[in-house]
């Protein structure tokens, strides 16, 4: 992991997730289980409700490739996320392309305007991820 996001972890846990570098309130920490090694990752991601749901975007800045914690998502969907000072397990559905990719990411995007230059810097689409509760998935069933 690299010195930056663990100095971003850090700051996160000593705030209770507020106000945290440039993303404010709007950090919450992922922690995914590798898709390989089935070992525990943790990384910062930039966040927003749509609803009850929690969306984070798999942009790596608009890198060519998509990051490792969607792959890790893609092969293990059961995950566990931190918003401010709560801690509660979440399931991903990744949303790669059409209307309801856009919308997510366009709300995305209208809080955060760099999200806008992060498709233009790469050919790929980028995906949604939405994070659901694990017990308002079940309720929901």
């Not at 801690?87 to 309801?100: I, L, N």
Request: cysteine-free; hydrophobic content about 40%; glycine content about 10%.
């Amino acid at each position: 992991m690299s010195d930056w996001n663990n100095k971003i972890i850090e700051e996160f846990r000593a705030k209770g997730g507020r106000g945290v570098g440039p993303f404010g309130d709007q950090l919450a920490l992922l922690t995914t289980r590798g898709a390989k090694s089935g070992r525990a990752h943790t990384t910062p991601l930039a966040f927003h409700r749509d609803g009850g749901r929690y969306i984070v975007i798999a942009s790596m800045g608009g890198a060519p490739s998509h990051p490792a914690w969607y792959h890790n998502l893609l092969a293990n969907p059961d995950a566990e996320l931190e918003v401010g000072s709560e801690k509660f397990r979440v399931h991903a559905t990744p949303v790669a392309g059409g209307a309801e990719r856009d919308r997510l990411y366009a709300q995305q995007a209208a809080m955060m305007p760099g999200f806008r230059e992060y498709e233009k810097k790469t050919t790929r689409i980028i995906p949604a991820v939405v994070l659901e509760r694990v017990e308002d998935a079940a309720a929901a069933a």
